[in-house]
């Protein structure tokens, strides 16, 4: 079992930066693959990166590569996101999730936290 908690959202005008953390606890957090998704209102949720274990070859969305880096620190069970010129467009409720296959699939995760919101505004 592991438990995510984000923090770090808010509110930001656009071209600004927020980083987002997920706090894990529960066992084996290092094995797993963490990823970020993201629902904005009326929308699906959407895959914004996932990183593994090792922090190597971590994966993002096209719509986010370049702006979106996520990275990981397994002595702190820790992910983070950290989101450069941002975009009214990025607003969305941001989840972070855990599982044991890469995958852009929220199906594939087993775990999640509940969220933190991030609004950009013009």
């Known amino acids: 079992q592991v438990q995510l908690v984000e923090s770090g959202g808010g509110l930001v005008q656009a071209g600004g930066s927020l980083r987002l953390s997920c706090a894990a606890s529960?066992?084996?957090?290092?094995?797993?693959?963490m990823a970020w998704f993201r629902q904005a209102p009326g929308k699906e949720r959407e895959f914004v990166g996932a990183i593994r274990w090792s922090g190597s070859r971590p994966a993002d969305a096209d719509s986010v590569k370049g702006r979106f880096t996520i990275s990981r620190d397994n002595a702190k069970n820790t992910v983070y996101l950290q989101m450069n010129s941002l975009k009214p467009e990025d607003t969305a409720v941001y989840h972070c999730?855990?599982?044991?296959?890469?995958?852009?699939?929220?199906?594939?995760?087993?775990?999640w936290g509940q969220g933190t919101q991030v609004t950009v505004s013009l």
């Open positions: 999730a855990a599982g044991d296959v890469m995958s852009s699939l929220y199906s594939a995760y087993n775990y």
């Open positions: 529960g066992r084996s957090f290092s094995s797993y693959i």
